[in-house]
């Protein structure tokens, strides 16, 4: 086989065969195709696309070319949950509790946040103590024994996927369904759970902008997923605005542990339930959604989501003072105020933008290697369609950097649009596919 034959064929609009996709492939995680070939062909692939067969046969070709965790050992069926990335999403660290208490064990290999959007084990870290490095046997025992462990991603995971996405981020040719549906699921599919919900987010914080597209993904992926034996389920959600109050690491585990003392934000709630419900339907702790979702509600009513979270941090040897009182988390030296300068509604904030503002003021990491604040962010006093008044406060600064917070203060201003009340209700749920 050569590879010229292949971008040949892929260019003129041929399918190409599954062992032509395992060639390049293999060849070019092992170094044996240069990064030339491979840029033409993903170029090949960008514009002439691929057909749902190929892009099954890519994700197996990127599964296979790493290690893969076996979940065996745990007993019960696993239902790994994913989010495609969003600001102010803090969903594993209440979702997670909430189904391990309903009886799912949650094996969660989560990752740390890259430019706007946050990463669960950075968040975990605000809690002193709490490890997120946990041995085979560690994480294989507390879930067993408590239904819950969260640790890093262990092993070498999908290394074709890793030198494709880098070539892809400078070859403009990251945003193909093809391409990114298989560059996730080659990912969560190397982890040996039974079923897989996806939250797939929409809108201006979300890698997809618009609903056509952000279903085309869901379904791509919907299809890999079970096309490989385990039930998937995508939920589109939206992301126009975060999710939530809170972004940033130590504000958004305080959201989280009120929300899990039953006094979350509506719209991080009514995510978790969706999700949740679906997870435990997967996991046949309910056979309905609508007996889930009274499942679910009953552990937040009753404590036992929160309760789960204490023994969870306990056993990853974290503080469980700083759950209990929430003071303890990293706080940042300055709290500023975003007022508003007229009365009206608020109509939008650019998700995206808040996230950036958060990364600026040090929640997040621009690159892999920066250090990042877990005390800074940004914390919402108002979000989309509600009521304002002048001088009222629209957000409020965590900052240990004045001068930077000042200049967040001003952003948000622009950010934060006040108008007239929105003509549509906004929806929090799209679909399910
Ligand atoms: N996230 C991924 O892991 N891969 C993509 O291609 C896009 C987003």
Known sequence: MRMYDIIKKKRDGFELTKEEIEFFVEGYTKGDIPDYQISALLMAIFLNKMTKRETVDLTKAMLDSGDKIDLSNIEGIKVDKHSTGGVGDKTTLVLGPMVAACGLPVAKMS?????????????????????????????????????????????DIAPADKKLYALRDVTATVDNISLIASSIMSKKLAVGSDGIVLDVKVGSGAFMKDFDNAYKLAEEMV??????GRKTVAVISNMDEPLGYAVGNALEVKEAIETLRNNGPEDLVELCLTLGSHMLVIGNKAKYLDEAREKLVDVLESGKAYEKFIEFVEAQGGDVNYVKNTSLLPQAEYVLEVKSDEDGYVQSMNAEEVGKCALFLGAGRETKESEIDLSAGIVLAKKVDDKVSKGEVLAYVHSNDKGKGEEIVRRLKDIIKIGDKNKDEKKLIFTIV
């Open 111 to 155: 990752g740390r946040g890259l430019g706007h959007t946050g990463g669960t084990l950075d968040k975990l870290e605000s809690i002193k103590g709490l490890r997120i490095e946990l041995s085979k046997e560690e994480f294989t025992r507390n879930v067993n024994n408590i239904n819950i462990a969260v640790c890093g991603q262990t092993g």
């Open 223 to 228: 299809d890999i997923g079970n096309s490989m």
